[in-house]
């Protein structure tokens, strides 16, 4: 019924940029994306996934302390797409990102896309 697929991570050096996408897909999608609250998280091994980033059906967006001024979230509704722009990435910024409604996620959860900071 829900498929998250995320993409766009990869490996880059501190103080880089990267642009993750996920495109949401299944019948509980059609025509209402738009009214979910959509959020990025981000998970760590040996560490509970944690929400990094939300944007509302209005397309207010709200974002945790450690990344605020350095992540942009944002949304393309026509294409049940949901992005969150990274810059002056961090090695702490190293993790596996995943999106999801917010703040009742669904059950099922896409693989994630691997982000890895590092020089």
């Known amino acids: 019924q829900v498929q998250l697929v995320e993409s766009g991570g990869g490996l880059v050096q501190p103080g880089g940029s990267l642009k993750l996408s996920c495109v949401a897909s299944?019948?509980?999608?059609?025509?209402?994306?738009?009214?979910?609250?959509m959020a990025w998280y981000r998970q760590t091994p040996g560490k509970q996934r944690e929400v990094v980033a939300t944007i509302t059906s209005g397309g207010t967006t709200n974002y945790v302390d450690f990344v605020k001024g350095r992540f942009t979230i944002s949304r393309d509704n026509a294409k049940n797409t949901v992005y969150l722009q990274m810059n002056s990435l961090e090695p702490e910024d190293t993790a596996v990102y995943y999106c999801n409604r917010n703040p009742l996620a669904f059950d099922s959860w896409g693989r994630g896309t691997q982000v890895t900071v590092s020089s």
């Open positions: 299944g019948r509980i999608f059609s025509n209402i994306f738009s009214i979910y609250t």
